[in-house]
């Protein structure tokens, strides 16, 4: 094939009839356009008239230079133009296929899998062996080459992992046979990559598949001067880029949503960029996961441990009249081990209560007020963690002397005792080793920690279980007892130096942490996580989807210390006891490096590029020129004019007719959809589908008009990118498996729709196939449009939801399918059963989404004469199904116009009445 | 050589014409009420004009019993005077006519032949004894003399322009003539210049088709003639347009100047337009001047 650039051609000859344009030209110029003879009466009239001038003897320059394009273009059309010609790539003997596999190709996985497809085609018309390997997932036994077609139907089961290969050589090594080699790269590199790129050279010839993609990797959060910083590295470096971090969390009803977002931008030239995010304290600690926006691979998602979480802890101290003696402060010291890693809060109790912290330290306090105590035992109940300190006020009240006082977990002797002072006999007392059963084991006591004072705890059977932290002679130093959800600790000394130095030591701070107050501010070393084992909690796979990890084995912590992702420590949030440690595929040290190749190794894109015939295209170009030239002969001759205009004209309007044009203005479109009730679908793409959702729409609105006083106009087809979606109450989402994703700013206004009392309702069409959640096409591309989307917790239509008696009394909501799987907002967890009643007080408002696979827009569906477009189910029962998804959607659009009128109890009596009971 | 199946054949081709045509213009003529058509004075008729007491000279049989017994006086029953007029008509045959520039429209030979009986109809109807120029056809009355008429107007010529032939006009009766008037003008001057030295009145009737009126043409274009014969090739129709208007114009100026000064009435009908309107002319054309 001969190529002139990227065009190639069939038959390059045939472009020498170019040559004869301009005799052409020449011969076209001579002939004028032919005279019409035309019948005419009046030519008597006519005789001895002359023209005026001689005109119109050759033809117009314009018009021949459209011929001539016109057989230009029909000389180069068959000449077989070909846009970037495939020449097949040659080669005998076996062939591997290397895929480097790891998470920084996922995100245009797919892309690889082509191009891998395009070479197993081109193997298999040389008829090669090839074999497939995944560097990230060697297969077992050597090198599996097999007949390309074997391979191209396995191709499906190749995926990306979320760790980058190492150590592969000696796998490679085993064999010994002679192959040529595609690699396939991530554009990454790893340890290793270049001694296996010897090794397959020494094989035979390697190419490389490689395309410049900029790869971004996001680090692990830290936390700085009361802020979150994120950072995120790069290769190549190169040009600024502007990208975007969103944190994900749960929102208080647990549903997960995005927290924050912030804009991150790498300044040309610089591999790093850095930016912080600034959250409240609430916000901040329910952060799992950061995520670099748009980007689906494991290196743009860090999850969060709790090396990013910070307690709230109130400090009250009882005594606070000494102004001005800081150090001698009972929360001086608290103050500074709390401080790196706990934000403080203080204040009154009542105050302090409002804002439910994790934890509450009374330093000295004795007595709470009646109603102050209760409701801190109520906090304490509910989980929060009361940790008080001794002091010479406790020491004199008689708090939990006589009984056993809730807020104490031990009952107190009065006075308590001092030792080795001035005063006392005996030496200050140390501390005794710590149990295996108390919460400080492990830690190691200096030597100089020496207990003056404390108070005493009355001997009592249950002492014993509540002791976790003791002196040497035996005595309580710590005392725990668990109360509801929390528990309450008292530490018998005071939380300044009066009593003992246990405040100047840097054990008091490690009791602290391990007491959970505070938090540990640095992930753990390898001597501390020796011999413990870990627990996978969530894993990320390569794409940077968290999947559920507890059916995995534990993870020795020893691996875990070494934090790097590979085929036995997954990424993803390991628990241990009551810590969590997140192993994420980028670490905080974590440097992209480029794949370097040889300048001996041929590197190509990754693009399949497409051969394009471009002789349709040249051949119809020729015939719309001679369309035009018959037209412009015909003006020209005259022949537009007179009896024959009107064929021309519709000739003309054939041509010209263009794709109708989106004439609708906003405005119109606006004023279309408010003057009138208007139900509304979102434009998927597929015009069958489209048409399908708007004669389900049209059927549903037949079907209000007849039956209820809502009364719609003709339904709207509305585009998600581009339309105002306020103005609809309600919207039809036929979710298509190959629905592209909506914008950054659709799901902005999807969202605002939601959160403003729209409905959406999805509808994935495959209910007869799938069942809810499951893997259907159109169930994952649900599952991914919805990801963004701000749609609260949902549960199955429960049988006393409003939806089932805003207009019609229902307990099925089938479409052309009848599956029960519809589901809607949850209920809140605090509605009740009111005796005598059948429904429950459920909450107020609309629900945001109906999602379910019923398919109703093709039950609703009615053709222009007003006919039933699909068949539902059989006979009778079937037309009676369709009834009822008739009704289910006037139940639907009621609820959206009405909301939940029909949910107050002033209904009971009539409803009750009409249920026949 | 005539077989009688030729005959036949032909004599049915020709034919064919007649009834449609006849019912068409019968359409048309029953579109027009006959009003005032006596002469409004005693005289020879059929129709009873008044009762007139008995004059010495009048024929004993001529009295009317019936009347005369109601009274003394004898009476006589006068008739209407009753004057049969003769009216010929040419309507053009010529192949030029034959034109029809749409096929929503009809052809000016149609509309002319269709003008032409439906007067002759009306005529008729009212009591005059119509025939057609040339002794072809002598003026009669009757059904018999329509049939023929139709007949005769069914025929077609072959020549491009026809021209009226003034022969067979009967003094001070009256004529007119349907056509296009594109031809030569010479045999019609001379053919309203005989009739107006018998004393004969009438009207001339211009049918043209809408686009001989507008000549919406352009380009290079050859005109022809309906038969052929004469041709003009142009090749710049659009910048004839004037100039064929002025000639259109001057020529309706010569016939209407014509009709003018032999006492005619000249009126231009364009094939577009309603037959009615033309009939309605023609035929108070020929009324007015009685």
Known sequence: MWSLGPIGFAAPWLLLGLIALPILWILLRAVPPAPIRRRFPGVALLLGLTDDENQTDRTPWWLLLLRILAVAAAIIGFAGPVLNPQNAREGTGDLVILLDGSWAGAPAWQARIDRVDTLLSEAALAQRRAAVVNLNDLPVGTLPFAAPTDWQNRMPSIQPRPWQPANIVDWFAQTDSDFETYWISDGLDWDGRTDLLALLESRGNVTVFQTPRQNIGLRPARFEDGEVIVSATRSPIGNPLETAVTAIGLDPAGVERQLASVPLSFAPGEPVAETEIILPPELRNRITRFEITGTRSAGAVSLTDDALKRREVALIAGRDDREGLELLSPLFYLREALEPTADIIDGTLDDILLANPDVIILADVANLAGSEAESVLEWVENGGMLLRFAGPRLAASDQGRNAVDPLLPVRLRSGGRSVGGAMSWGEPKTLAPFADDSPFFGLAIPDDVSVTSQVMAQPDPTLADRVIAQLTDGTPLVTRSITGEGQIVLVHVTANAEWSSLPLSGLFVQMLERLAVSTRPASPDATELAGTTWLPNKVLDAYGRLEDGTALPGVAGEMLAEGTPSPTLLPGLYAGGDRQLAINVIGEETVLNVAAWPARIAIEGMDVVRETALKGWLLTATVMLLLIDVIASLAIGGRLKGPRADVAAALALALLWAPDVQAQTTEDFALRATSEVVLAHVLTGDTEIDDIAAAGLQGLSQTLFRRTSIEPAAPIGVNIESDELAFFPFLYWPVTADQPLPSREAYGKLNRYLRSGGMIMFDTRDADTARFGSGSPEGQRLQAIARSLDIPGIERIPPDHVLTRTFYLLQDFPGRYASRDVWVEAAPIDAQTVEGMPFRNLNDGVTPVIIGGNDWARAWAVDGNGRRMFPVGRGMSGERQREIALRFGVNVIMHVLTGNYKSDQVHVPDLLDRLGQ | ?290
């Open chain 2, 1 to 290: 050589m005539t077989t009688p199946l030729a005959l036949r054949s032909d004599a049915e081709a020709l034919a064919a014409p007649l009834p449609p045509l006849l019912a068409e213009a019968e359409h048309l003529a029953t579109t027009v009420l006959l009003g005032d058509h006596g002469r409004r004075r005693a005289g020879t008729g059929d129709t009873f004009w008044q009762y007139r007491p008995a004059q010495p000279h009048d024929e004993a049989r001529s009295i009317d019993w019936r009347r005369s017994a109601r009274s003394d006086a004898n009476f006589v029953q006068d008739k209407e005077w009753q004057i049969a007029q003769s009216i010929i008509l040419w309507v053009d045959q010529a192949a030029s006519m034959s034109f029809g520039s749409d096929d929503n429209l009809p052809t000016k030979a149609a509309r002319a032949r269709t003008l032409g009986l439906a007067c002759a109809i009306l005529l008729i109807r009212g009591g005059e004894r119509v025939g057609l120029t040339g002794l072809r056809l002598p003026p009669r009355r009757g059904e018999a003399q329509l049939m023929q008429m139709a007949q005769l107007l069914s025929q077609e010529d072959t020549t491009d322009y026809g021209a009226p032939e003034a022969q067979g006009m009967l003094p001070h009766s009256r004529a007119f003539f349907i056509s296009d008037f594109l031809g030569d003008i010479k045999p019609i001057e001379e053919a309203l210049m005989r009739a107006a030295d018998r004393g004969v009145g009438g009207a001339l009737l211009q049918v043209l088709d809408p686009q001989e009126e507008a000549f919406p043409f352009d380009g290079r274009t050859i005109f022809e003639s309906m038969s052929g014969a004469i041709q003009h090739e142009t090749l710049k129709a659009g910048d004839l347009k004037t100039r064929y208007l002025d000639r259109l114009a001057e020529r309706k100026d010569r016939l209407q100047h014509l009709a003018r000064i032999t006492g005619w009435q000249f009126q231009t009908h364009h094939t577009g337009q309603s037959a009615t309107n033309a009939l309605l002319w023609l035929y108070g054309a020929l009324e007015h001047q009685r």
